[in-house]
Structure formats: structure tokens, C-alpha cells
């Protein structure tokens, strides 16, 4: 659905070169969740903007849909921004008009009629759940709302593709969850292909199908959430997973601390229900003190970490690891 | 000398709304085109911004008082007349263009860039954005700004009447400076004073009625 090849984009100023997005490319599947998530100045907002090219790409390409969209002429690009959709961390709505307006504005672009806009606007705070709020302005909702607001907007007109460039970030963790329900809702119902820009894992976690991790304007780590979330490969991702788990840090663990060997085991799916610790207890000759431990609800299925420290014989534990390999758990030695 | 009055005051209530008009017209435009065509907006014209900026600031740098003298040969084509209360508005027109066209380019600077952002998201044009976002919300501070605009130009237009123009200003310098009637030039002080109190009233009331932030 989403192509991006070789996506870069350069800025210069009068000192210096900044190479903010660096030969990134990515393919995203229809009506897939898709997360960017980096630290600030990643380069992963100048990337989401390059879509639509509210930000022009310096080179690369990207194809959306069958639409080569860094190749369209100006009133091709409008015409192209009417099927991708858009919200922001600050909501970007206007704050003159009602509710009903905002949503309507879109519309309006399209000269639908008063009759079709109504009709088209009512079905629309329903599903967004502003039934109430139809006249309201902006400075009497709250930010929440606003999103809401905004998020019934970008959809107004249907369009195939939605970008949201950090759109929960300015949000309590309760509305933050909200409104990822709402997205998850308008994937689900309309079939959406939906990216999403974010520096929070607990909105990756949440909604997010796949995810790719930058740093320095490259993509660093690609993959499933489920993937990611059981064996990161890089330090970053990492630090990612572990700022909504700090337990499972392991570099607060020292193995010099402990006399038995610490193992990390990760396990997603199906062997994350069996009572894998207790079976090594009682098939091995091992005592097992169990150092952390946490299980994340993902999208798709549970992952499960645990750190372990095994005491025991060095053959013993040979065995545990083997054991645990066929298991189907992701065994990694501290 | 309720007739005595009367007759100026309309005529300064007749260039003021006069060249509220004209300076409208002419600034409004103006100061939307400052802002969109400068480096980094939604219809870029750097070369285009900084010469009207600069045309903006030299005719906003002329004292009142030599603007009109400069524009009586400018009037004189117009109207067909360089004095009186009509030719007048030509050169308060002129003089209030330029600092409208100021006050709506602040105004339209007032919007936060992400609202016009999101507009482009959606496949805005240069000529919606203008219409469906930057006048609506501007609106309340553009008004603010036609206040001090009305304000302004009954200060000027006072002062037009020191050099052949009608109204109250007219009114004041003949009786109080030439006659040393000093009754009449406080009345027609007066007024002027009641006229500004009126207009930044209604232009305050409005703002706030309008205001939705």
C-alpha cells in the first residue's frame, strides 16, 4: 500500500548539512498499523511528513496506492493529499469554528453538498462519540475531544491512508488509550492503512501491527511488534521496551552479583501459557530463582520475559538451555 | 449653531467611512499577499514580499500632513478637486492603506502555523486557505485592528481639515485658531472625542463577540 524507497531528505543551513531522513525504505501493508518510533530528532516526524510531502523529499521515491506521489505536479499532490488523512500532536483545528465546521472543512474543499455534508457529519460524531459537542468550539473541549475532532476530520472524506505525526503525545496516558482504540476502530471498520509517528512504546504496544525503529534519520530495526518485543536486536529498541518495563533492564543486573547463570527468556504465543518454571524445577536437578518478570498484551498475542538465575551443575544447565530452545522460547545468556 | 455643527460632523463621518473603505479595499488585500508570499508560507514570492514590504514601509515613513500635500495633484485627477471634503479621502485613503495592510498581516500572523499545516494536509489550495482559514481566524483581531484603522483616520481627517479639508478639524482651526471661538472648538472636540469613545466601544464589543478562542 505504503512504498517508500531510498526516502532522503537533507536540510542546509548556512553552517552545516543535516541529513534529517537517510535512505529509509519501508513497505506497509493495506489496513496495516504501522509505528515509527524514535527519540526526538530521529528524523521520524520529517519522514511521516515526506507522505504527503508537507516536507519534500530530496530524493527517494514513495508510492502510495499505485500514486508515485514524489512525482506529481502541484495540483496533482492536492488532489492526492484528499486520500491521506492526517492528524497532529497539537490537533490543529481551528478555533473560530464549531465542531461542525472543523469536521466540514474537508468537505467543503470538495463542494459537497450542504445535504451530503450534514448526513455525512452526524454518522461521523457518532462514531467519533461527539454527538454533544456538535456546536461546541474548541477551547470548550477538552484535548481529547479536540483529537477527536481532528481525527473525524482527517476521515471526513474517506480517505485510504492516516498520519499521525505524534498524535496521542500531547495526551494523558487514560486519553492516549482512547483515542488508540479510536484508530484501531477506524483500521478495523474502513480498512485504513494507518502510520503512526510516536516516542511512546505503550502506543506501539497498544495498536501497532509492525514497527520500525529510527535513529540519526535511518531505520535501524524493522519488524513485528510481537518480533520486537521478544528478541530487540538493537540497544535502542531495547531501551524502548524497557521504559515501559524498567524490570526487565538488565543492565541494572550484575552476573558477577550472582553464583548460578542469569538467562533472559522471551516467549510469545503458545509458550507463554505453559508453566515452563516449574517444569525445570521438577524434570531437572536445578534450583531456579527468578530475578524478573513481566508478560505484555500486544496486538496479535502475549510476550513474556523473565530473567533467571540457575543453580545448579554445569550440566544441568546445559540441559535447562536445550530444553528451553525446544520450547520455543528465546533463550539468551546474560 | 446645531446647524453650525451638524455639517462637519457628517462630513467627517463621511471621509472616515470613506476612507475606511478605500484603505480597506487596498490594505486588506495587501496585507494577506505580505504574509502569504513570504519565505516559507504557502505561496512564496520572496523577491514580490520584500518589495512590497519595502513600498509599505516608505509610504508609512510620510507625515500625514506632506502625504496630502503630495497626493492634492493625485486628488485633483480623482475627484477633480485637490481641497475640500471629497479630495480629502484620496490622500487619507492612501495614508491608512499601508497601515492596514500592517495591522492584517500581524493579525494573519497570529494563527498558529499548524493550523495552516493541517489545511495543506487536506488538499487546501492557496486561495481556500485564505478564505476558510486565515480571514476566519484572524476575523476577531482583524476587526480589532479596522478599529484602530476607523480611529486613526478621525485623527487624520481632523487634520486634513487644518489644510483645506471639511469636517471637524475644519471646524476647530476656523473658529478656535482664526476666531478665537473658543465654545465652538471644544464642541467640535468634543464630538471628535465621542467618536472615537463610539467606535472603540462597538470594535471592542465586536471583538469579544466574535472571539471564540
Known amino acids: 500500500m505504503i512504498k517508500l524507497d531510498s526516502v532522503t531528505k537533507e536540510f542546509y543551513t548556512t553552517a552545516s548539512q543535516i541529513i534529517a531522513v537517510d535512505k529509509v525504505s519501508l513497505n506497509i501493508q493495506k489496513a496495516e498499523i504501522y509505528g515509527i518510533i524514535g527519540l526526538s530528532g530521529a528524523g521520524k516526524s520529517t519522514l511521516i511528513r515526506c507522505l504527503n510531502r508537507l516536507e519534500e523529499p530530496s530524493s527517494g521515491k514513495i508510492v502510495i496506492d499505485n500514486v508515485d506521489i514524489t512525482s506529481l505536479g502541484k495540483e496533482d499532490l492536492r488532489n492526492q493529499r484528499k486520500e491521506i488523512g492526517m492528524i497532529f500532536q497539537h490537533f490543529n483545528i481551528l478555533a473560530q469554528k464549531t465542531v461542525y465546521e472543523n469536521i466540514a472543512f474537508p468537505l467543503y474543499l470538495e463542494k459537497w453538498s450542504k445535504k451530503d455534508i450534514e ?13 454533544d459537542k456538535r456546536d461546541s468550539y474548541p477551547s470548550q473541549l477538552s484535548g481529547g475531544q479536540k483529537q477527536r475532532v481532528a481525527i473525524a476530520r482527517a476521515i471526513a472524506n474517506n480517505p485510504k491512508v492516516l498520519l499521525s505525526d505524534e498524535g496521542t503525545s500531547a495526551l494523558d496516558p487514560h486519553t492516549t488509550k482512547s483515542i488508540l482504540k479510536l484508530l484501531k476502530k477506524i483500521r478495523d471498520e474502513f480498512g485504513l492503512t494507518i502510520v503512526m509517528i510516536t516516542h ?17 534519520g535511518k531505520v535501524i530495526e524493522e519488524n513485528t511488534v510481537e518480533n520486537l518485543f521478544k528478541s530487540p536486536k538493537t540497544k535502542i529498541a531495547k ?43 521438577k524434570t531437572f536437578d536445578i534450583d531456579v530463582n527468578i530475578l524478573s518478570g513481566s508478560i505484555d498484551t500486544l496486538q496479535a498475542t502475549n510476550v513474556g520475559h523473565l530473567i533467571l538465575e540457575l543453580i545448579g551443575g554445569e550440566r544441568e544447565v546445559v540441559k535447562v538451555l536445550n530444553y528451553l530452545e525446544n520450547e520455543n522460547v528465546n533463550v539468551e545468556v546474560i | 449653531m446645531a446647524d ?14 470613506a476612507a475606511t473603505i478605500f484603505s480597506l479595499t487596498i490594505g486588506f488585500p495587501l496585507g494577506i499577499l505580505l504574509v502569504v508570499t513570504e519565505k516559507g508560507s504557502i505561496w512564496e514570492k520572496p523577491f514580490f514580499n520584500k518589495v512590497l514590504s519595502g513600498i509599505i514601509n516608505v509610504l508609512r515613513s510620510i507625515p500625514f500632513i ?26 487619507l485613503s492612501i495614508a491608512a492603506a499601508p497601515f492596514v495592510a500592517r495591522i492584517m498581516e500581524s493579525s494573519i500572523r497570529e494563527i498558529d502555523k499548524g493550523v495552516i499545516e493541517s489545511s495543506l494536509a487536506m488538499g487546501a489550495s492557496v486561495w481556500q486557505i485564505i478564505r476558510r482559514v486565515l480571514i476566519p481566524e484572524s476575523l476577531p483581531s482583524i476587526i480589532s485592528g479596522i478599529t484602530l484603522t476607523i480611529i486613526n483616520l478621525i485623527g487624520y481627517s481632523a487634520m486634513a481639515g487644518a489644510i483645506g479639508g471639511g469636517g471637524l478639524g475644519n471646524l476647530a482651526i476656523r473658529f478656535g485658531l482664526y476666531k478665537f471661538d473658543t465654545k465652538v472648538m471644544l464642541v467640535s472636540l ?20 466574535l472571539d471564540k478562542r
Open chain 2, 66 to 91: 506632506i502625504l496630502m500635500i503630495l497626493v492634492f495633484p493625485l486628488a485633483k485627477i480623482i475627484v477633480g478637486k485637490s481641497i475640500g471634503t471629497t479630495a480629502t479621502i484620496v490622500p
Open chain 1, 239 to 281: 531501551a524502548f521496551i524497557s521504559s515501559i518495563n524498567p524490570s526487565i533492564d538488565e543492565e541494572i543486573l550484575n552476573p558477577k552479583d550472582f553464583k548460578g547463570k542469569l538467562i533472559r527468556l522471551a516467549f510469545m504465543g503458545e509458550s507463554s501459557k505453559k508453566p515452563i518454571v516449574s517444569r525445570l524445577i
Open chain 1, 119 to 131: 448526513y455525512r457529519i452526524e454518522e461521523l460524531l457518532t462514531f467519533v462519540e461527539l454527538e
Open chain 2, 4 to 17: 453650525l455643527i451638524l455639517t462637519p460632523t457628517l462630513e467627517t463621518i463621511y471621509m472616515v467611512i
Open chain 1, 200 to 216: 511512546q512504546m505503550e502506543v506501539v504496544k497498544q495498536v501497532c501491527d509492525k514497527v520500525a525503529i529510527m535513529e540519526d
Open chain 2, 190 to 209: 468634543a464630538i471628535i472625542i465621542i467618536l472615537v469613545q463610539g467606535v472603540q466601544f462597538i470594535g471592542t464589543r465586536l471583538t469579544i463577540i
